[in-house]
Nanobody, 121 residues
Framework: QVQLVESGGGLVQAGASLRLSCAAS???????MGWFRQAPGKEREFVAA????????YYADSVKGRFTIAGDNAKNTVYLQMNSLKPEDTAVYYC???????????????WGQGTQVTVSS
């Protein structure tokens, strides 16, 4: 089993920055980690992913240029730096771990409990 614990969410104003962290423990076999988010009344959507083998990163179009995913393999931790936040970024953000750095949620076997990000206008 892999346990994922997110932290770093909060309430900020539009234009501000936040950094989310996700610490993995247990059988950390994953080859990729990703961030997804889910706003009230909406489907969970892909935000970003990183592949540990070559550090390749992937982003949703809606966050390209504003969000950066980075990982510390030695610490089994992945970060999501979020800049220029917008009200539409408001959601619960989930960390996920899996074998493939995909944009589909079914590519990931393990999920964290989520952390709330609220951006006020």
């Amino acid at each position: 089993q892999v346990q994922l614990v997110e932290s770093g969410g909060g309430l900020v104003q539009a234009g501000a920055s936040l950094r989310l962290s996700c610490a993995a423990s247990g059988r950390t076999f994953s080859y990729a980690m990703g961030w997804f988010r889910q706003a009230p009344g909406k489907e969970r959507e892909f935000v970003a992913a990183i592949r540990w083998t070559d550090s390749n990163t992937y982003y949703a179009d809606s966050v390209k240029g504003r969000f950066t995913i980075a990982g510390d393999n030695a610490k089994n931790t992945v970060y999501l730096q979020m800049n220029s936040l917008k009200p539409e970024d408001t959601a619960v953000y989930y960390c996920a771990a899996g074998r493939v750095a995909g944009s589909e949620s079914n590519a990931y076997a393990y999920w964290g409990q989520g952390t709330q990000v609220t951006v006020s206008s």
